[in-house]
């Protein structure tokens, strides 16, 4: 635990509005109207801890359809810890207002806001749009995470993706605690890289498919998310017992449909899978007179999975991460969801609702 002498917090504008040193507001930014003439808000939750402290922002339904991370951050704001709060944290459950009430990953525009950052005031919608949120939230923080979940009909095992050659990433990494922690490139335009440019460590969770709410994946988004508030010296040291350490992978692939037909999974997402061994499903025509396998093309875990039977030739179906150890990664897989799945969990909806 530090022991340095903290002087008081500093007061915050969001939105034109000041948050002083132990408020907690919660506040609409304004952005473009609609062609109805209605104002649309991006509301932001701001709580200025007393004591001085990083500035850290959690962003979710930066994709409109990936609901996961605004669940995420409704309970993440009822945990009591908050109240001694060093630092400021800066919540935003929903970046893309357009997307969640079309229940669209795309703003109306069909633009991907997550691939038009930093943004323009002189651009498009999502332009526009990413323009705010950096101007208003990232570019006031010293470090973010960036809650996603899988596709339509994709479902993501709980994971980390960063630039593991950042130390200070690597660092929050590890300490978010998911079992695998996925080392990934700057995508041009993404939030990831505009916060880099602007040197604010970035982590980007990914858990749960679009528009469905997995258990398991919002609870391991609220511990992850204490969990680097606590490596930032944010909030206190917790008794809750430390997760193992988490197993690094540098590179992953899709392994794809080698028909069209009706796929039938075998494996599971977290499952250990074996090179030219494990067969991971079959891909049949409708009375199953033509049948192919899948089979692994290389050991890892399943980190992705396609959760619609239907498919086209060269659909991806599984997503693999690669290890060379994969008994291990399998155990760390196992441990985690079995602590997320306990009875007593502090984070469960009913607990933090008491």
């Not at 939750?45 to 669940?71: K, M, T």
């Not at 609220?222 to 490596?231: F, H, K, P, S």
């Not at 990664?329 to 009913?350: F, I, N, T």
Request: proline share 6%.
């Amino acid at each position: 635990m530090s022991t340095q002498v903290r002087s008081r917090n500093s007061s915050i504008c969001i939105g034109g509005i000041e948050v002083r040193p132990g408020e907690r507001k919660t506040i609409d930014v304004r952005g473009s109207k609609l062609y109805t003439h209605t104002p649309v808000m991006m509301p932001v939750q701001v709580l200025c801890g007393r004591q001085q402290g990083p500035v850290l922002f959690i962003s979710a339904a930066i994709h409109g359809d990936e609901i996961n991370g605004v669940e995420i951050i409704r309970r993440l704001l009822k945990v009591p810890a908050l109240k001694r709060l060093k630092g400021t944290l800066l919540a935003v459950p929903v970046v893309n207002l357009h997307g969640f009430i079309n229940q669209s990953r795309y703003l109306p525009d069909r633009r991907d806001l997550n691939r038009s950052f930093p943004g323009s005031n002189k651009g498009s919608m999502a332009g526009r749009l990413a323009r705010l949120f950096m101007s208003e939230v990232v570019s006031q923080s010293t470090h973010g995470i960036d809650l996603h979940t899988g596709a339509l009909h994709r479902f993501n095992l709980p994971q980390i993706r960063a630039d593991l050659d950042d130390p200070e990433a690597l660092r929050l990494a590890k300490a978010f605690g998911t079992p695998v922690i996925l080392n990934s490139e700057l995508r041009e335009g993404s939030l990831r890289e505009a916060a880099g440019q602007n040197k604010i460590p970035t982590l980007l969770y990914e858990a749960g498919e679009a528009l469905r709410f997995d258990e398991v994946a919002i609870r391991g988004g609220v511990e992850g998310i204490l969990r680097v508030m606590r490596a930032l010296d944010m909030l206190p040291p917790s008794r809750r017992p430390q997760p193992k350490e988490p197993v690094m992978a540098r590179s992953s692939a899709w392994v794809r449909a080698p028909q069209s037909g009706i796929f039938r999974a075998f494996v599971r997402e977290g499952g250990r899978v074996l090179k030219d061994q494990t067969v991971l499903g079959v891909v049949s025509d409708p009375f199953g007179e033509s049948e192919q396998e899948i089979r692994a093309p290389y050991s890892g875990i399943i980190i992705g999975l396609l959760k619609l039977p239907l498919v086209n030739e060269g659909d991806a179906v599984y997503h693999i991460a690669q290890f060379y150890r994969t008994d291990i990664v399998a155990d760390r897989v196992e441990s985690y969801q079995e602590s997320l799945e306990a009875h007593d969990y502090p984070y469960s909806d009913h607990a933090l609702n008491i």
